[in-house]
């Protein structure tokens, strides 16, 4: 494979950008104008995939939309694909991520959603029902919103164990399931909440995302709203890997698609300061489980930079070697077809980037 | 007449078939929330476009009953007779 299909979800649309070659990309006109794609998605895992892109329109609500065609058309049932049913007294506000589930579950498809909740599509990812278990959870009343909602953001189906699914929330943390999805706990040891009178509490941390690789589903890797931490035993217990970041707060963080041990992130000054450090344009990559961690630049703006990328707006293709995009507040998107070591600018003057997938083909 | 008259915005069309406006027969229909419900039943894309899966109209979404906005009257429990006209219109709102 060398080829490639970008999803870019942005602030008032989705752009999609094309390569046969990792270097030179054909960028399609923008789709869902005026709407906020908060987050894109795929299923690669039958024999046509399956591409998902979650509109939301300050008018009209939000709704869900999958293509069978990379993008060419899309579609959405005619009833509401995902909902909160009648008497729980929620409405859906937005999609924050859509995640198939794994490969030995075929049909099965996630959706992390604003006020915090999993929906499950058994039928590919079409529609969906609300996990109740979960949304009845007795400590649900006390999750409080972040600056961007109540929302759940990160589901991490374990690869091979079906019952297992982890979730994150700001606020609430991570919460697990090993039934699945009947009852949850949370799994937040070791992760700070420095704005609580406990700061480490059982739950209530304000974590940004959480990712893992499917060859090594016990390591896990947390972007916490000032901290980042590893865990080695699935999300039982959780260590600090910021020695040696510029900075400890962020939002993306994303594992390499072959080296479970490589991971990337795009580290901010502080929580009262959401700028690169220095106002240095850097991705930092750790290939050692964040032991130590690198700079990444060339490529990249050399300039005084101020914009953010935001938590879904990071991601790798599955090529080889591994490709890694990300999408900037300012509405550019650059890749690296090296694994991060050299970058290119792929599209610029966009709105404001939520989200970015690729899709190795 | 016993139809009420639903007219839409360009940009909901598209889930009405294209046309500019959808008609309900006056029958039983007492309130514009009857009205939506109506409409909801026969084009639910269009439908839950309008309000929120809890019956909620949308924030930014303005419903007029005969020129008179629906949320300085009785909101969904706003009477309509048959002829009446119903105005959607998006609320001026973002960026």
């Not at chain 1, 499950?120 to 990812?125: A, I, L, M």
């Not at chain 1, 029902?129 to 007795?138: E, I, K, R």
């Not at chain 1, 606020?171 to 009178?197: E, H, I, M, Q």
Request: hydrophobic letters at 35%; glycine letters at 10%; proline letters at 9%.
């Amino acid at each position: 494979m060398s080829g490639v299909v970008v999803l870019v979800g942005t602030r008032k649309g989705l752009v999609v950008a094309r390569s046969d070659d990792r270097v030179t990309y054909e960028v399609d006109p923008i789709a869902f104008g005026m709407n906020a794609v908060a987050s894109v998605g795929f299923d690669d895992r039958g024999p046509t995939p399956r591409l998902f892109a979650a509109a939301r329109s300050e008018h009209w609500g939000p709704s869900l939309f999958h293509s069978d065609d990379l993008g060419a058309t899309w579609s959405e049932p005619g009833a509401a694909p995902i909902a909160f049913p009648e008497g729980s007294g929620a409405a859906l506000e937005q999609v924050w991520q859509v995640v198939p589930g794994p490969r030995n579950q075929p049909g099965v498809v996630y959706a992390g959603v604003e006020p915090s909740a999993l929906f499950r599509s058994d039928d590919g990812g079409v529609t969906f029902a609300l996990v109740d278990g979960l949304w009845d959870h007795p400590h649900r009343p006390t999750w409080q919103p972040g600056a961007g909602g109540q929302c759940l953001h990160t589901v991490v189906p374990h690869p091979t164990d079906l019952d297992r699914v982890l979730v994150a929330m700001s606020t609430g943390g991570v919460y697990r399931t090993t039934d699945s999805g009947a009852s949850w706990a949370p799994s937040n040891d070791g992760v700070k909440a420095y704005f609580l009178p406990d700061p480490y509490p059982e739950y209530g941390q304000c974590v940004h995302r959480v990712a893992s690789h499917p060859e090594a589903p016990d390591q896990l890797f947390l972007q916490n709203h000032h901290g980042v931490y590893r865990s080695d035993d699935g999300g039982d217990s959780w260590q600090s890997i910021a020695e040696g970041l510029p900075a400890d707060f962020g939002f993306p963080v994303v594992v390499h698609p072959h080296r479970p041990g490589t991971a990337y992130l795009f580290p901010l000054t502080a929580d009262g300061d959401r700028m690169p450090p220095d106002r240095q344009f850097r991705v930092y990559r750790t290939e050692d489980a964040g032991s130590t961690w690198t700079p990444l630049s060339d490529g990249l703006p050399d300039g005084p930079y101020h914009a953010a990328v935001l938590r879904d707006a990071m991601c790798t293709d599955t090529d080889d070697p591994a490709g890694i995009y990300l999408g900037t507040r300012a509405g550019e998107l650059y890749a690296s077809a090296d694994e991060g070591d050299h970058w290119n600018l792929v599209v610029e003057h966009l709105p404001d980037v939520l989200s970015v997938r690729a899709l190795s083909v | 007449m016993t139809a009420v008259v639903m007219r839409l915005p360009g940009v909901l069309r598209p889930y009405a078939d294209g046309r500019s406006s959808v008609e309900v027969e006056a029958d039983g229909v007492q309130t514009v929330g009857d009205v939506l419900a109506r409409v909801e039943a026969d084009h639910p894309a269009l439908g839950r476009r309008l309000r929120d899966e809890q019956g909620a109209v949308r924030r930014h979404v303005n419903v007029y009953v005969d020129g008179a906005d629906i949320r300085h009257s009785q909101q969904l429990e706003t009477p309509v007779g048959p002829g009446a006209e119903i105005v959607v219109v998006p609320a001026v709102s973002g960026g």
